[in-house]
Nanobody, 125 residues
Framework: QVQLVESGGGLVQAGGSLRLSCATS????????MGWFRQAPGKEREFVAA????????YYADSVKGRFTMSGDNAKNTVYLQMNSLKPDDTAVYYC??????????????????WGQGTQVTVSS
């Protein structure tokens, strides 16, 4: 069983930055790939980014590529999502997820077994 707790959400103006954190109950990446997803009102949950701890294998959705950076710190049992140049379309509840997925390019939410409670990100125009 993996427990995930997100934090760091909030209200920010367009063009601003936020860093989300996901505290895990164990060392991230040791047995799972870690992902970030988001869900806006009335929309399906969508993939944002995933990593196995290697920068070269970290994979991003096209909509956030070049603006968001996912990273992890095994010593702190925490993964992060640094979000820069935020846009109103980035407004959503952001979820941290863990799963025994075959690849960081596995973008379907159903492939991830463990989820945090989510943290709200609101970007004003």
């Amino acid at each position: 069983q993996v427990q995930l707790v997100e934090s760091g959400g909030g209200l920010v103006q367009a063009g601003g930055s936020l860093r989300l954190s996901c505290a895990t109950s164990g060392r991230p990446f040791s047995n799972y790939r870690m992902g970030w997803f988001r869900q806006a009102p009335g929309k399906e949950r969508e993939f944002v980014a995933a990593t196995d701890g290697s920068e070269s294998s970290t994979y991003y959705a096209d909509s956030v590529k070049g603006r968001f950076t996912m990273s992890g710190d095994n010593a702190k049992n925490t993964v992060y999502l640094q979000m820069n140049s935020l846009k109103p379309d980035d407004t959503a509840v952001y979820y941290c997820a863990a799963g025994r997925v075959a690849s960081t390019r596995t973008t379907g939410a159903r492939n991830y077994a463990y989820w945090g409670q989510g943290t709200q990100v609101t970007v004003s125009s």
